[in-house]
């Protein structure tokens, strides 16, 4: 009822498209939420995130022009179109309920987590 699920991941080749969906909880309707992502090894990063009425958005720089973060309030639930992906996209996405209506990059801004889904591409 509080954490996220992410669903949508998969495995695709450079150049191909995903969308991966995330069902927040009730608790998360006023909150933004965010995108993020680890390779395994390596340190989680922001991909993106959306303000509460869904009038803000920011985008990591490496997938600025590529990826699309948008929300349903209706469904309450937020989605992230991924194009063009490329093999550096391969990563555990994770999606975050933040704090507050805003949100933005920084890790300590979510307060909720889902537990990943998997998106692999290959070469």
């Known amino acids: 009822q509080v954490y996220p699920v992410e669903s949508g991941g998969g495995s695709v080749q450079a150049g191909g498209s995903l969308r991966l969906s995330c069902a927040a909880g009730?608790?998360?309707?006023?909150?933004?939420m965010g995108w993020f992502r680890q390779t395994p090894g390596l340190e989680r990063d922001f991909v993106s995130s959306i303000s509460w009425r869904g009038d803000a958005t920011n985008y990591a720089d490496s997938v600025k022009g590529r990826f699309t973060i948008s929300r349903d309030r209706s469904k309450n639930t937020v989605y992230l179109q991924m194009n063009d992906l490329k093999p550096e996209d391969t990563a555990v996405y994770y999606c975050?309920?933040?704090?507050?209506?805003?949100?933005?990059?920084?890790?300590?801004?979510?307060?909720?987590w889902g537990q990943g889904t998997q998106v692999t591409v290959s070469p």
């Open positions: 009730r608790a998360s309707s006023n909150n933004a």
């Open positions: 975050a309920v933040a704090r507050s209506s805003y949100g933005g990059s920084l890790q300590s801004s979510y307060q909720y």
